[in-house]
């Protein structure tokens, strides 16, 4: 078993130390925020990810699990050094490397025997070059330092889950001792292990990422033709989901894709293209497409409504997906105050996001509109005038189209995950617009009911 420090307690960081701890490793996990380190060692985890308290209450209790902010005691006996700090989107698009620099420069500072760090960061093409000359340069000890890259794959909302099971364990290294002592970390995981060099491995979690943007933005892009031109862009990926060429996952078509990852590593990619004097078009495309899908469903609900003034509108679903209280590029936090500045009274209701979402957007008037945010669907669909839903989480998707037309003053429904059936909406006399496929119309709604009229007394 080695001794692993983990710089870095997000959902990469955090999921990865714990993980590694659960195999049986010794691990220590290293964060600068003190007040996450305090509520980690009192078994509260920071982030919300399905079965992770658990397994941090169980690892930290057997006492092969700590947490600190004293990273120089972490690092200097640690056989490997595992970096997951963010890399987050500069204004121009590319990753911003400084937490990396600092926890390298810190690294160098502290270690005092050989060891390996291995960056789970996703960086561009070519950096885990320069975090190894960098440590070299700042090296105190005299002492073997190496780095290796290990891009990670989680989804989040299904984080721990997709670590101790991972479909592959990419690693990228430049050295038979790297490859071994990674080999020799993953070992007791027994997953397939992927090891390339490190330039590859920095490019394999760039490849796939894009590449499932690519497949949202083209899906999106299709169904947003399947509208104009009378296709359902559901049956159209059924369809298209029996080919394996194809296969059946990422088909789904919505408001574009959010999150701490897809936005930037298209634009991290985009980015390294262009200083590299190259032009990534289908990357460009997929950014493009995004843009505009995110605020598809307030453009046609404002073709719709004369205003948003005065009118109570209902939003189901804060986050960026369901199963995480992350909010990054959700598509509510560009939709909310686009309907804020018309003067919208917004009923927000979120299971796990709501607190997040409140910091950027406090209770109470927000400029024009106002905000609440409420404990159940109901409430927030009672006696509005509109409907919003851009999460697709499990207390949604149970309500029945029948409680829209109950509960709303007008049964107006925009639907961002293609939620419900449009059939059932058009029974329930919900007018119903959705992505890729028909709208259920006022017209059809009259039409359905004149349809139910005429069968009942015939
Ligand atoms: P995050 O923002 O949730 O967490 C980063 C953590 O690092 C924070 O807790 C911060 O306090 C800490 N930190 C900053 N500087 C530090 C230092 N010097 N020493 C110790 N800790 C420090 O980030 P994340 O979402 O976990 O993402 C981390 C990286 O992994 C990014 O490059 C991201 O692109 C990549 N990634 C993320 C996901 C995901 O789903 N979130 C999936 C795959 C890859």
């Given at each position: 078993m080695y001794k692993i420090a983990v710089a870095g307690t997000g959902y990469v960081g955090l999921v990865a130390g714990v993980c590694f701890a659960e195999m049986g490793h010794q691990v220590t996990c290293v964060d600068i925020d003190q007040s996450k380190v305090e509520v980690m060692k009192s078994g509260i985890s920071p982030i919300y990810e399905v079965g992770l308290q658990d397994l941090m209450i169980k690892n930290y209790e057997s006492g092969n699990l700590k947490y600190t902010t004293d990273y120089q005691s972490a690092y200097k006996d640690a056989d490997a050094i595992f970096i997951g700090v963010g890399t987050p989107e500069q204004p121009d698009g590319s990753a911003n490397l400084s937490y990396i620099a600092t926890v390298a420069r810190q690294i160098a500072e502290s270690v005092e025997k050989d060891c390996l760090v291995v960056v789970k960061s996703t960086v561009p093409v070519g950096t885990n070059d320069k975090v190894e000359q960098f440590i070299q340069d700042f090296l105190v000890n005299d002492v073997k330092v190496e780095v290796a890259s290990n891009p990670e794959f989680l989804a989040q909302g299904s984080a721990v889950h997709d670590t101790l099971h991972a479909e592959r364990v990419i690693i990228g290294t430049e050295s038979k001792w790297a490859e071994e002592l990674l080999q020799g970390i993953y070992k007791p995981f027994n997953l397939p292990v992927v090891s390339v060099n490190r330039r590859s491995a920095e490019m394999i979690k760039y490849a796939s990422n894009d590449f499932l943007a690519l497949k949202i933005s083209y899906m999106n892009d299709i169904a947003n033709l399947c509208e104009l031109v009378g296709a359902d862009i559901q049956d159209v990926a059924k369809g298209m989901s029996f080919d394996e060429r194809i296969g059946s996952k990422f088909l789904n078509a919505g408001i574009g894709f959010g999150g701490s990852c897809f936005p930037k590593d298209t634009k991290a990619l985009e980015y390294l293209a262009k200083q590299n004097g190259y032009e990534l078009k289908t990357v460009q495309a997929a950014i493009d497409v995004n843009k505009e899908q995110k605020t598809i469903l307030y453009k046609k609900a404002s073709r719709r409504l004369?205003?948003?003034?005065?009118l109570k509108v209902a939003v189901l679903g804060l986050t960026f997906k369901p199963g995480t209280d992350d909010l990054r590029e959700a598509a509510s936090l560009e939709n909310i105050p686009l309907l804020l500045e018309q003067g919208a009274d917004i009923y927000a209701f979120d299971p796990v996001g709501a607190d997040n979402f409140a910091k950027v957007h406090p209770e109470g008037?927000?400029?024009r509109g106002s905000i609440t945010y409420v404990s159940n669907v109901e409430e927030a669909i009672k006696d509005a005038n509109v409907c919003f839903i851009f999460t697709e989480w499990a207390e949604v998707r149970e309500?029945?189209?029948?409680m829209y037309k109950e509960l709303m003053r007008t049964p107006l429904v925009y639907d961002g995950r293609n939620i419900y059936s449009v059939d059932k909406m058009e029974q329930a006399q919900v007018e119903y617009h959705s992505i890729g496929r028909k709208t259920v119309e006022r017209q059809n709604m009259k039409e359905a009911n004149e349809r139910e009229l005429h069968a009942a007394r015939s």
């Open positions: 004369i205003t948003f003034n005065g008037q927000n400029g309500v029945a189209p029948s």
